[in-house]
């Protein structure tokens, strides 16, 4: 068991290149160790013999939230695989401390709690935000209550008891982009949280804008294999020791397996997000130029995601790819494509929906590693595909609007 990992390094090392610290962060005591890749601990329960002074160290971290001195007591408390990945993932973003969790709802949880818990229930958000993160916010299932405004009114916005704002950039679907540091400046001394899920820190590092908290579901581009799920937040020592309370109280930990991996992910990041990006600014320009397309989506920033609305049926392109997966989620060294209407933001109501830009002849695509010409060449065939859309038999109901039975909107993944 490698304890000495689940502590923060005494020494921070020297500035480095990201995609230095892509390969190294979080594994810098290796070679001490004698280990070339980093250990796996499985562990739920950690052997004690000296019970005063784990009632200490307990009694510490539930008055700090600081990771304890010494090996784990228990899995919910802390782990050493997964200290790995966070000490990565803020070397990467630029911050002292990460938090990882079960999903990236699981952190967007643990942070709403956070805040409600010292009495700043208000919430000052952009659309679009992913679909879940929208519901989240509107349906006040956390006790919070939520502003929705532009950036132009965020200041206006805000509260005595404002707690946060929340922005997405690039935003999902759209891929609209706004200016961190005009908004940071606007929030004054309420923290800005920005989800950076679709940039990666291989694009942009929020905290050097003026934002103070980062977001993101570790299961996309972290990951990038579409096979681990997982969300992290990375901020100041003080927000993290305080999201490890919750985390620990309310069990939304990130399995080690998961942190494993996710470590592991981040090792090629910069090269994947950047060889995917070059291919999806390809496909964003052929696409602006074809008269079957109505608009094309990408952001400035760049990056690897595409989002075009069509003029045609969007559900007989979804029908029709071979090669591009038609699936939810982003990230994967794969290609997919997606109906946001339909499924990741199938759960925010209509009218909202339509208004941040989210149309139904809107198509969202995770641009992977794939040839550039043979993802073209899929994409193609199926906007001019004539063949019918394929029918799904569902007891559901259709929806029609706010009345709509609940089940008839359950979002999928983002």
């Not at 938090?99 to 805040?115: D, Q």
Request: proline share 7%.
């Amino acid at each position: 068991m490698d304890s000495a990992s689940s502590k923060t390094p005494s020494t921070t090392p020297p500035p480095r290149a990201l995609a230095t610290e892509a390969v190294h962060a979080g594994r810098d005591d290796l070679a001490a160790l004698g280990l070339h890749a980093p250990p796996i601990d499985l562990s739920t329960t950690y052997p004690s013999y000296d019970s005063r002074g784990e009632a200490q160290r307990i009694d510490a971290f539930a008055t700090t939230g600081a990771r304890l001195d010494g090996p784990p007591v228990y899995a919910r408390l802390d782990n050493p695989t997964t200290a790995r990945f966070e000490t990565a993932l803020a070397r990467l973003e630029g911050t002292a401390s990460a938090v990882a969790f079960a999903s990236g709802m699981a952190a967007l949880t643990a942070v709403l709690l956070a805040r409600a818990s010292m009495g700043l229930r208000h919430v000052v958000a952009v659309r679009p935000l992913y679909g879940c993160s929208d519901h989240l916010l509107g349906a006040g299932l956390l006790g919070t209550e939520v502003t929705w405004t532009d950036p132009a009114g965020i200041s206006d916005a805000i509260r005595p008891d404002t707690g946060l704002v929340i922005v997405e950039t690039p935003a999902n679907p759209t891929l609209a982009e706004v200016d961190i540091r005009a908004v940071a400046h606007s929030c004054g001394s309420v923290p800005l949280l920005v989800d950076n899920t679709f940039a990666t820190p291989v694009l942009q590092r929020p905290v050097e804008h003026g934002a103070r908290i980062v977001l993101h579901s570790a299961t996309k581009y972290l990951g990038g294999h579409g096979d681990v799920m997982g969300g992290v937040v990375a901020c100041d020592e003080e927000f993290a020791a305080r999201l490890r309370q919750v985390r620990f109280a309310t069990g939304g930990v990130l399995h080690p397996m998961a942190g494993y991996l996710l470590l592991r992910g981040l090792a090629t990041l910069p090269v994947r997000v950047r060889a995917a990006s070059a291919s999806a600014a390809e496909l964003s320009r052929r696409l602006s130029a074809d008269p079957r397309i109505a608009r094309v989506h990408y952001p400035e920033l760049g990056g690897a995601m595409v989002s075009f609305e069509v003029y045609g049926d969007p559900h007989r392109v979804i029908a029709a790819v071979r090669l591009i997966t038609p699936a939810v989620s982003l990230g994967s060294v794969d290609s997919l494509i997606q109906h946001p209407a339909s499924i990741s933001h199938r759960i925010v109501d209509e009218g909202d929906r339509q208004a941040s830009g989210v149309g139904d002849r809107l198509l969202r695509m995770s641009v992977g590693l794939e040839d550039v010409e043979d993802l073209w060449a899929d994409l193609c065939q199926a906007l001019s595909s004539e063949e019918p859309v394929r029918q799904v038999v569902s007891a559901r109901p259709a929806r029609t609007g706010a009345g709509t039975a609940p089940d008839s909107r359950r979002p999928a993944g983002r």
